[in-house]
């Protein structure tokens, strides 16, 4: 299979979400405090094979979906 990078929160927990803005704009940005980057490796049988801080773990399908979602459904393949 193809290497997927993508963002999840620490553990699959719920998103601690963050506010802040640049000194003199108006604009604000958000983002989770326990975001973090995954490598999918694998999947089947309803979960997803990945290597977090340099451990193999397996998250629920459901589960992952969601807070992959949840934090913009954001991935990068990687390719040779």
């Not at 290597?51 to 629920?60: G, R, T």
């Amino acid at each position: 299979g193809v290497p997927v990078i993508a963002w999840v929160t620490n553990e699959l927990a719920e998103p601690q979400n963050t506010v802040w803005q640049l000194q003199g704009q108006v604009e604000t940005f958000s983002t989770a405090r326990n975001m973090e980057p995954v490598v999918i490796i694998g999947h089947s049988r309803k979960q997803f094979h990945v290597i977090s801080n340099a451990k193999q773990k397996q998250y629920d399908e459901a589960l992952f979906l969601q807070r992959f979602t949840q934090l913009g459904a954001q991935a990068v393949v990687i390719r040779k």
